[in-house]
């Protein structure tokens, strides 16, 4: 499972490109309290767990929990 922090992400779409399977996307229906648009999880179903996205993420706003 992938969980993101939504307060702490500035919206820098890095995790969203360090995606191999593509299931990241900014959220542009929602801002958050520092005006960022949050990155959500488009389709948890096909994502692989690889941890890319955490490891890429400068604010470390991306937890992965198997």
Known sequence: MVKIDEIACKGCNLCVHAC?????????????AKGYNPAIVTDE???????????V?????IVIKK
């Open 20 to 32: 191999p399977k593509k299931v990241l996307s900014l959220d542009g229906a929602r801002v958050n």
């Open 57 to 61: 993420c400068p604010d470390s706003a």
């Open 45 to 55: 179903e096909k994502c692989i767990l690889c941890a890319m996205c955490g490891i």
